[in-house]
């Protein structure tokens, strides 16, 4: 829980969520995570807070407003977990195992445009929307170590 200027806690009514598959390796976990909520602030500027600036008066850029909570699970709950964002049209980025053998934005798209979406190996998944919503997303997976 956060607290604000007076020191009251901050409590968010909304939630982001990575989901990943707990068979990544560690340096795909912190690629997929990273390229995932990438894609979230670029369509929903409301996750993102203001720019930082240290006491020098350098400036940083903007974050999210609000923690993300980062989750494994296995593939078969991965898959149920993409079904339910798409049911509940909630905002999303996917990673599919077919963006490991790519270098590039283009070939990223290709490789998921290529797939029918039920046929997608999702290796991981950012979600964004109402915190009921995203928990029914995510239900079966377990905070990630």
């Known amino acids: 829980m956060s607290t604000d200027i007076a020191g009251d806690p901050l409590r968010f009514d909304t939630k982001i969520a990575v989901l990943l598959r707990e068979d990544l390796a560690p340096w795909q976990r912190l690629n997929v995570t990273s390229f995932l909520v990438s894609g979230l602030g670029t369509q929903i500027p409301e996750v993102i807070g203001e720019p930082y600036e240290d ?5 940083y850029l903007p974050m999210f407003r609000q923690p993300v909570l980062v989750f494994e699970a296995t593939k078969e709950t991965l898959t149920a977990a993409h079904g339910r964002v798409l049911a509940r049209s909630l905002p999303r980025a996917v990673f599919t195992s077919d963006l490991f053998a790519t270098g590039n934005d283009r070939d990223n798209r ?5 797939v029918a979406t039920a046929d997608l190996d999702v290796v991981g998944l950012a979600v964004y929307g109402p915190r ?8 079966g997976a377990r905070m990630h170590p």
């Open 110 to 114: 290709a490789a998921v445009r290529a």
């Open 55 to 59: 006491a020098d008066g350098v400036g």
């Open 132 to 139: 009921n919503g995203v928990d029914k997303v995510v239900k």
